[in-house]
């Protein structure tokens, strides 16, 4: 956290509001630009950018929601939540992102949506996965928690899917200690998320006296709005995200040029047409738990970060994991090394020379 969001923040914190009002306003604007989308829609966390952006793709209950298991929980609780049932596509274990062609096997009558989550940043088949939602009337819902940054043919990831859904959770790129952000390619999809993050009302409606609770409510929505304490720190923490960016992709360009022609540490695939923001910089390795012993003696923190979600009860156990190859593959030798802007010279040095040791040893 930058010392300079310490003014900004008294004086929101002292302004005499600190519900949703004009530092979330001006947090929307700025952030819109920065993505360069009409607008964008903050809430209280990714999770809740996840379950609007569900609602309003209209699944329920009975409704299926293919997606990748290798993620975190949350992109999945809330289709749950909402009553709907998971379908899980394979990925591509040089990616960790899902696969579209498993994905078009996947659909069926039933199904309401597909999530795409950017794994570590890396943009998904974005061009097939939406030529296949949008022939047979499904919405494409990103999960770009890790992908505020990222770049698919040219654009920033938010100006692509039906629902681009964003974290700034306490470790994200850009974080509001908790918060996250819709993107809605409808305009009518941006107006209704508006309302349903404050339980379906209209936040700036005033009727003929002071009370705006005085309006109809047809659809009941969430208390998922964002505040402007968390937008206040999100605004001064986007003077530091083309700076913090540039460095995570830094880094990972570093790693990706020591790496070259390793054979037990692998970075995974890069395509011309994308870039990743790096919040991940994910290595296979079959010797896993060896690299994450070695590297843990030599200082450095290593995680496998997510863990395949169809091993949980809540989502369905999945019965034959064997006919998700991909996921099979890519759980077992998956792990991340640090890559964020906290990484200075001296620390990549570091890094690299425990890489070398490491490959030198096997
Ligand atoms: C892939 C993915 N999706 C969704 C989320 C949820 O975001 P939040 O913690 O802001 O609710 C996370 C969070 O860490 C995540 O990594």
Redesign the pocket.
């Known amino acids: 956290m930058p010392d300079s969001v310490m003014p900004a923040l008294q004086q929101t914190l002292f302004s005499g509001y600190i519900g949703e009002g004009p530092r979330v306003a001006q947090f929307e604007r700025a952030l819109a630009d920065w993505l360069a989308v009409p607008d964008v829609v903050t809430v209280n ?6 379950h609007l952006a569900l609602h309003l793709a209209g699944v329920g209950p009975g409704d299926e929601v293919i997606s990748s298991p290798q ?2 929980v ?2 999945h609780t809330p289709v749950v939540a909402l009553g709907g049932r998971m379908v899980w596509a394979d990925i591509d274990p040089w990616t960790g992102n899902i696969s579209a062609a498993d994905v078009a096997a996947k659909c069926s009558e039933r199904t309401k949506a597909i999530i795409a ?3 570590g940043g890396y943009p998904c088949d974005l061009a097939e996965l939406a030529a296949i939602a949008h022939t047979r009337g499904i919405a494409l819902i990103e ?1 770009a ?2 992908a505020l940054g990222s770049r698919y043919q040219g654009l920033r990831i938010g100006a692509h899917g039906d629902f681009v ?8 790129l850009l974080t509001t200690v ?3 952000a819709l993107v809605c390619k409808s305009r009518e999809m941006d107006a209704r998320a508006r309302r349903l993050r404050w339980f379906g009302l209209d936040r700036h409606y005033m009727a003929n006296d002071e009370c705006r609770w005085d309006q109809d409510l047809d659809e009941a929505g969430y208390k998922f709005h964002m505040n402007d304490v968390a937008a206040t720190i999100g605004l001064e923490q986007l003077n530091y995200l083309d700076a913090n960016l540039a460095r995570h992709q830094a880094n990972a360009a570093h790693f990706d040029a020591a790496l070259h022609g390793f054979r037990h540490i692998r970075p995974l695939l890069r395509s011309p047409d994308r870039s990743s923001a790096h ?1 991940l910089y994910t290595v296979r390795v079959k010797q896993r738990q060896a690299f994450f012993e070695h590297m843990r003696d030599a200082g450095i923190a290593c995680s496998r ?2 863990v395949r979600n169809d091993r949980y009860r809540a989502f369905g156990i999945n019965a034959d994991e064997s006919a998700l190859s991909g996921v099979a593959r890519f759980d077992a030798e998956q792990i991340s090394i640090p890559c964020g802007w906290w990484i200075g010279d001296a620390e990549r040095r570091q890094i690299v020379q425990a890489l070398q040791q490491f490959e030198a040893v096997l």
Request: aromatic share 14%.
């Open positions: 966390s990714g999770t809740s950018a996840l993620t975190c949350a992109t989550v950017h794994w999960d928690a890790h859904c964003f974290s700034f959770q306490a470790i994200k908790d918060g996250g919040w970060v997510h």
